[in-house]
């Protein structure tokens, strides 16, 4: 039975037996029975890479992190997550530094400070975290970069180009072209939405690049 540590674009940890390209983690989530029992643990939620300096590690283990997993990192970057300076240094910099642009903050920039507006923009204030949701706002769709995530139809959606593109567990199935909405709900919190205006490309599934192709 697959474990409950998958990752929505709205945030929500779901049980499915697809994995993904992508894991990261927002702190200690699991009881000693694997339930996920709180929605984080902590500010900091990360975007890894699978495999690191040959670590391995055995899921859901007490007292350790809960390791969570994204279909790839547009889904990651909706949910609220940043990519990790550690094991993404690259991507890390490459991403601080547009959504340094992107928000018109002045460098140098603590960690600390971008993960406290990631964290303001994707949790609404409820009192207790088991109550708290993931944020939403409006934006116009034209204007949304390549990358963020809206609800459309109820459901998930990747804008890319001149397309949207359905979101599942283990793939994107569907392919339609940008309709003529004005405003939208947009997933994707707002300041990474100004990162990735100014440039930030996030790593996609390969079901959506057959696809891209193809058009």
Known sequence: MPKQNRITPEGDI???????????NRGILHNAQQEI???????????????????????????????LFFL????????????CFECRRAAANAFREAWLLGNNVEPPLKTAEMDATLHAERMTEDFYKKNKKKRTFTAVLKELPNGTFILWRERPYLVWEDALFRWQPDSYDEAVSRPKLDQVTTITPPSTVAALAKGYVPKLHPSILG????G
């Open 14 to 24: 779901i049980a499915t037996p697809a994995r993904g390209l992508f894991m990261g």
């Open 72 to 83: 790839d990192e547009a889904t990651a970057l909706a949910a609220g997550h940043r990519p």
């Open 211 to 214: 696809r891209l192709r193809s």
């Open 37 to 67: 029992v709180m929605p984080y643990a902590h500010k900091a939620w990360i975007i890894c890479q699978l495999q690191f300096k040959g670590r391995r590690r055995k899921l859901m283990q007490p007292g350790r992190y809960t390791e």
